[in-house]
């Protein structure tokens, strides 16, 4: 396995990141504005700085194909910004919410996106022709707190979403004249917008971090604030599900999870490292770190040096002398992340499978892993 | 003069920000029972819980520890009287005191293996806490909640091995403290931060 690429953009935290599909682009939201970096050899540099919203931005999420940027924030605006030749134009999004924009994604067919909020409400927008505009449908009930973060089905019809009322659901988010009738699925047949097509709770109800369908669709993967991951698979319409699995781990809770495949899920948060569960139907397990700890110091954490700084006698005597004490420096995590990962991303695929993926967190790294 | 209002220091005061918005907002969780969102617990009285308490002594006495402790942990009174939460307290707290230091980790380690065992020890670990609130609120003496200093000494019928003695409540409040502080490492030990968070977000209070 390849050491992951490291890139340490700033010390500040990043809200989310999202890379373009040719991988030579990364939008990073910063504070109030979004950073694209381009790929120059090795590293990323600073490109081009969006800036329109006034108060920090929360999501980021870039349209693979269209290569239109969709940004949320907490000023309660969403904007679209179209490439042009001569840069990114922001178009405002009538979201109509009275609180905090706080997850943006597109849909895989990218004619629409969804925005969770603090207004405990998820704006589905769509672009309407012949206002030339944006406009947002309201996903309301039975929604009663923020959302913190939603998912999209493959079918581009369905939506999953996390909230802090610690439910997970799925939503049909059909647009009339945007979106194709879907195929029926075990979530639902006819699927009119606003349809709740499953609630799911876990056994002590914290409040949900992060969702994600597998990549078939057919099965649904919740994180939560007591340090667990549920998966659900649903057997048909209106009907329980087949089988709710809950995994409690002995971890810090984790803020972000994608599926590789259908067997395998992985998932960070506040531990600052990658964890990786395996299983299906039957049942699923925590089966390992993602973090290859490594002999003389983890790879490329800050360049080296720091790491593999040695310990002398020299140094040993240096250290009681000025603290009086012998002191290991302990300052730093044993992970590449120096901070609780705030998002994971499928980076490269490959025959249905993740092969490489990408996280950011507070500690402003963006790492580049191997699954 | 302008319509747009000037202002001075006495008219831009800040009070509109001590406005509580959401309880003029109709749907919000303010007006909103909460405890809807989840599903029911079923209630324990009173009568259960000195049944359970029964049982478990039962199982004190003839040996059996870890399946007093299994059992205690297994029926968690989750909504119920607050006298039928402070007898299984009680009833948590004497198997506890009952257990060797150096059966703790192989105990809490099979417990974790067995089917289930994450949630006897996030329970565990509720009672722990509740414990510990009760012995330090009986301390300082300033609480006016039912008898906490009770928690801890056993009662006379009990078969508990730890000496009753006349001394004052310092004492044994201070000595189950120190049991419950070593539970709470061993707990930590086995089940990991994840049982803490565990805790303090779980909805279902002991």
Not at chain 1, 64 to 71: H, K, M
């Given at each position: 396995m390849a050491a992951p690429e490291v890139h340490h953009l700033f010390h500040h935290p990043i809200a989310d990141h999202s890379f373009s599909a040719d991988r030579q682009t990364l939008a990073i939201a910063r504070d109030t504005q979004v950073e694209l970096y381009g790929r120059v050899g090795n590293a990323f540099k600073l490109k081009?700085?969006?800036?329109?919203?006034?108060?920090?931005?929360?999501?980021?999420?870039?349209?693979?194909?269209?290569?239109?940027?969709?940004?949320?924030?907490?000023?309660?605006?969403?904007?679209?910004?179209?490439?042009?030749?001569?840069?990114?134009?922001?178009?405002?999004?009538?979201?109509?919410?009275?609180?905090?924009?706080?997850?943006?994604?597109?849909?895989?067919?990218?004619?629409?996106?969804?925005?969770?909020?603090?207004?405990?409400?998820?704006?589905?927008?769509?672009?309407?022709?012949?206002?030339?505009?944006?406009?947002?449908?309201?996903?309301?009930?039975?929604?009663?707190?923020?959302?913190?973060?939603?998912?999209w089905h493959p079918n581009s019809v369905l939506l999953a979403a996390g909230s802090t009322d610690a439910h997970a659901r799925?939503?049909?988010?059909?647009?009339?004249?945007?979106?194709?009738?879907?195929?029926?699925?075990?979530?639902?047949?006819?699927?009119?917008?606003?349809?709740?097509?499953?609630?799911?709770?876990?056994?002590?109800?914290?409040?949900?971090?992060?969702?994600?369908?597998?990549?078939?669709?057919?099965?649904?993967?919740?994180?939560?604030?007591?340090?667990?991951?549920?998966?659900?698979?649903?057997?048909?319409?209106?009907?329980?599900?087949?089988?709710v699995i809950s995994i409690n781990t002995q971890l810090l809770p984790f803020m972000s999870l994608f599926w590789n495949g259908e067997t395998e899920i992985i998932a960070a948060g506040y531990d600052c490292e990658a964890f990786r569960f395996q299983g299906g139907e039957q049942g699923w397990q925590l089966a390992g770190t993602l973090e290859k700890a490594k002999a003389g110091g983890r790879p490329g954490l800050g360049g080296g040096g720091e790491d593999g700084r040695e310990e002398s006698a020299l140094n040993m005597f240096k250290q009681m002398d000025l603290k009086g004490k012998v002191s290991k420096d302990d300052t730093q995590l044993k992970t590449v992340h120096q901070n609780t990962v705030t998002m994971l991303r499928p980076f490269e695929e490959s025959g249905g499978k993740v092969t490489k993926f990408s996280s950011s967190g507070v500690d402003g790294r963006v790492v580049i892993w191997h699954t | 003069m302008s319509i747009i209002q000037q202002h001075t220091q006495a008219t831009l005061s800040d009070a509109w920000r001590t406005i509580n918005i959401d309880a003029l907002t109709e749907d919000s969780s303010v007006n909103f029972d909460v405890s809807t969102l989840h599903p029911p617990l079923p209630e324990v009285s009173e009568a259960d819980a000195r049944a359970i308490n029964g049982q478990v002594r039962q199982l004190l006495r003839g040996g059996d520890a870890e399946g007093a402790l299994r059992g205690c942990l297994e029926m968690p009174v989750y909504n119920g009287s607050e006298a039928a939460k402070e007898t299984h307290l009680h009833t948590v707290i004497e198997v506890l005191q009952s257990i060797k230091a150096s059966e703790m980790t192989p105990m809490l380690q099979r417990i974790y293996a067995q089917q289930g065992g994450s949630e006897c020890l996030d329970v565990l670990m509720k009672y722990l806490y509740k414990g510990m609130g009760a012995t330090s609120s009986s301390a300082d003496g300033s609480s006016g909640r039912a008898t906490p200093a009770r928690a801890m000494t056993p009662q006379a019928t009990g078969f508990s091995q730890v000496g009753q003695r006349p001394m004052a409540a310092n004492e044994s409040t201070g000595s189950a403290m120190s049991v419950l502080l070593s539970w709470h490492e061993k707990v930590v030990e086995v089940a990991g931060l994840g049982c803490i968070g565990r805790v303090m977000t779980d909805f279902r209070r002991v």
């Open positions: 081009d700085e969006l800036k329109g919203h006034d108060k920090l931005v929360t999501s980021v999420d870039i349209a693979p194909n269209t290569g239109r940027i969709v940004t949320c924030s907490q000023d309660r605006n969403a904007l679209v910004w179209e490439p042009s030749p001569t840069g990114y134009k922001p178009t405002l999004v009538l979201l109509r919410i009275s609180r905090a924009a706080t997850f943006v994604r597109w849909s895989p067919s990218e004619a629409k996106f969804a925005v969770g909020s603090g207004d405990r409400v998820i704006a589905i927008c769509y672009f309407e022709e012949e206002n030339d505009w944006w406009v947002s449908k309201h996903l309301k009930k039975p929604i009663r707190s923020t959302i913190t973060s939603v998912a799925v939503f049909s988010a059909f647009i009339k004249g945007t979106d194709q009738r879907p195929e029926p699925s075990p979530w639902g047949e006819r699927l009119p917008f606003n349809t709740v097509c499953g609630e799911f709770l876990n056994n002590s109800a914290g409040w949900v971090h992060a969702v994600a369908f597998s990549p078939s669709g057919d099965a649904l993967a919740f994180a939560a604030h007591d340090s667990s991951i549920t998966v659900v698979y649903p057997s048909a319409p209106e009907q329980p599900p087949k089988a | -």
